[in-house]
């Protein structure tokens, strides 16, 4: 299956909609769209996974590898997803420890202190 990969602006914030699967063979181009947000300037960066129907430890990685980037910006970074195979995966690797994880754009919005009334 391929990547759908959509970005669209809410105040500050950037969100990213991405649908299909993330593998080894997709994961690239979701990392390459996610350097180009940050490197163009986003900082309040929101992943939407509510149509990702696959992901593997490749993805988790690429995940992994913005918020890193985030980081010394000060910018802040956080996934939607409430499908229950997704999260499960979160759960074993423990990366929903790692991760701040919302049911929806607007909660991940609401939840950012750094991205309201600065």
Request: glycine share 12%; charged share 25%; net charge negative.
């Amino acid at each position: 299956m391929d990547l759908s990969l959509t970005t669209r602006t809410i105040g500050e914030h950037t969100v990213l909609e991405v649908g299909g699967e993330v593998d080894v063979y997709t994961a690239p181009r979701l990392r390459e769209r996610l350097v180009e947000l940050i490197d163009g300037g986003a900082r309040r960066i929101i992943v939407d996974l509510g149509r990702v129907d696959f992901l593997d430890s490749t993805g988790l990685g690429v995940l992994v590898g913005a918020l890193k980037r985030l980081r010394p910006v000060n910018g802040s970074f956080g996934l939607i997803c409430d499908k229950e195979p997704l999260l499960k995966i979160f759960r074993i690797t423990a990366l929903d420890q790692v991760f701040p994880i919302y049911a929806t754009v607007d909660a991940a919005i609401s939840a950012d202190p750094s991205g309201s009334g600065e």
